[in-house]
């Protein structure tokens, strides 16, 4: 039978406990949350609504088929979340509040998040006679330069 050594220092288990459960150190904080995105753009669509999503090298494609007819007036608002935090806000004129209270706020509408290299504030939304929306995101010229 083996017999293993006990440490002589109670209190030396639960340091070494502790200090692999980082909910546990006081003072733990996280520095960034994975949840929030620097860029987002927002359709007035449905989350399981089937956008196609083209990456050219100047600029992203969102084209997407809407229920009503073409021809409505359609905006992008650029509204910033939070300091560095910007969401893309693509409403139509049913939908064009920006002061949204709680029963107006949509949870189930279709995301996108947007890497680095877009260009937020020239946004360009277009909806055709055929009920096709069309939504371009131009990225930045600096970085199409050293890509090509």
């Known amino acids: 039978m083996r017999v293993h050594p006990v440490t002589r220092n109670a209190n030396n288990n639960i340091l070494i406990h502790h200090a692999r459960d980082p909910t546990q150190e006081p003072g733990k904080k996280l520095r960034r949350l994975p949840h929030i995105f620097s ?3 927002e359709l007035p669509l449905r989350s399981d609504a089937d956008v196609a999503v083209q990456e050219n090298h100047d600029c ?55 890497p680095e290299s877009t260009r937020p504030d020239l946004v360009t939304v277009n909806c055709d006679g055929d009920g096709e929306l069309i939504v371009t995101v131009p990225k930045r010229r600096d970085l ?5």
Do not use: C
């Not at 084209?63 to 969401?87: C, F, L, Q, S, W």
């Not at 199409?144 to 090509?148: D, E, G």
């Open 39 to 41: 860029r987002v753009l």
């Open 60 to 114: 992203f494609r969102f084209v997407a088929e809407t229920n009503g007819g073409g021809g409505r007036d359609v905006r992008a608002y650029m509204v910033e979340i939070h300091p560095g935090v910007t969401k893309i806000m693509v409403r139509t004129d049913e939908v064009s509040s920006l002061g949204l209270s709680l029963d107006e706020l949509e949870l189930d509408v279709w995301r996108f998040r947007l």
């Open 144 to 148: 199409i330069v050293l890509v090509q």
